[in-house]
């Protein structure tokens, strides 16, 4: 199926994309394309009007600092994915993206277009949240910083408006002595998780976050629950539910097993950095 028709610019900064956008309710921004593409080929999204970003300068920045990374809007996948220092102060950013989808689309993709598209499948959208991180974004109207916590409003809704755009995201720092861990469960190599977990452990606050589990990606505080209880305990706060790939049964299933697998996986991790 081919796309509806559109209109199409290429603004050359910032603020030419900015007033396209505000001049047009039904316009969005493409900046890897790797999620808005095939909505668009499948007729899933018909935008009047295309903002592609990528002729934009100091977007692609992955920039590291003791308080943690930041990766600008244009940063493909590979580039965060490849960044050894990115790796040292927050290894669960690089954790998560080795598991998105394959090679050729983390070259084009990027990471903060795979957060504001807001798909509670995918890994990135998680991590910010379970790190407490946070999305900057402009319109011709000024700037915000949004936090994670606030971002995602439902199945593929973040909070942005229409006419902002993701500038920057930001991944706090992995606290001395804290321990993190991701894994998921997929039926092919690169396709979407059925299940996945992230977890922070820090001291005695344990927290995991998942993903294709519920509508949005869900944090759940675990602190103080025996490992053995844990899935059960995260079950209470979650919705796993039926689709074409799995059944509720089997996601909650998976939520129990994983659960365990990344709460071991990060206290291990925290017990080798002390």
């Known amino acids: 199926m081919k796309p ?3 209109s199409y610019v290429r603004p050359a900064n910032l603020e030419e994309a900015l007033e396209a956008l505000a001049g047009n309710n039904g316009a969005k921004v493409l900046a890897g394309g790797q999620s808005l593409v095939p909505l668009l080929s499948m007729r899933l999204a018909a935008p009047s009007l295309l903002v592609d970003i990528n002729g934009l300068p100091d977007l692609d920045h992955v920039t590291c600092s003791d308080d943690g990374v930041r990766v600008g809007a244009l ?3 590979a580039d965060v994915l490849a960044d050894d220092e990115a790796r040292r102060v927050q290894p669960l950013v690089a954790l998560a993206l080795s598991r998105v989808a394959h090679a050729t689309i983390r070259n084009r993709g990027t990471t903060v277009g795979s957060l504001v598209h807001a798909d509670a499948a995918a890994e990135m959208p998680v991590v910010l949240k379970l790190l407490g991180g946070s ?3 402009a319109s ?7 936090a994670a916590d606030d971002l995602f409003a439902g199945p593929l809704e973040s909070t942005l408006a229409h006419d902002e755009i993701a500038l920057e995201a930001f991944f706090p720092a992995l606290p001395t002595g804290a321990g993190v861990a991701f894994d998921e469960v997929s039926r092919r190599h690169g396709d979407y998780a059925l299940c996945g977990a992230a977890a922070l452990v820090d001291d005695d606050r344990v927290s995991v976050g998942y993903l294709s589990v519920s509508d949005v990606p869900t944090v759940v505080d675990l602190s103080g629950v025996p490992e053995s209880e844990m899935g059960d305990a995260a079950l209470e ?5 039926d689709d074409i790939h799995a059944t509720s049964d089997y996601r909650a299933q998976l939520v129990r097993v994983l659960t365990r697998r990344v709460v071991r996986a990060a206290r291990e991790f925290a017990g080798g950095r002390s």
Do not use: Y
């Not at 011709?140 to 949004?146: D, E, L, M, Q, Y």
């Not at 706060?237 to 539910?241: G, H, Q, T």
């Open 75 to 77: 940063a493909r996948h």
């Open 4 to 6: 509806a028709p559109f």
């Open 237 to 241: 706060r979650l919705e796993p539910a």
């Open 135 to 137: 999305v900057k974004v």
């Open 140 to 146: 011709s109207s000024g700037r915000r910083t949004i």
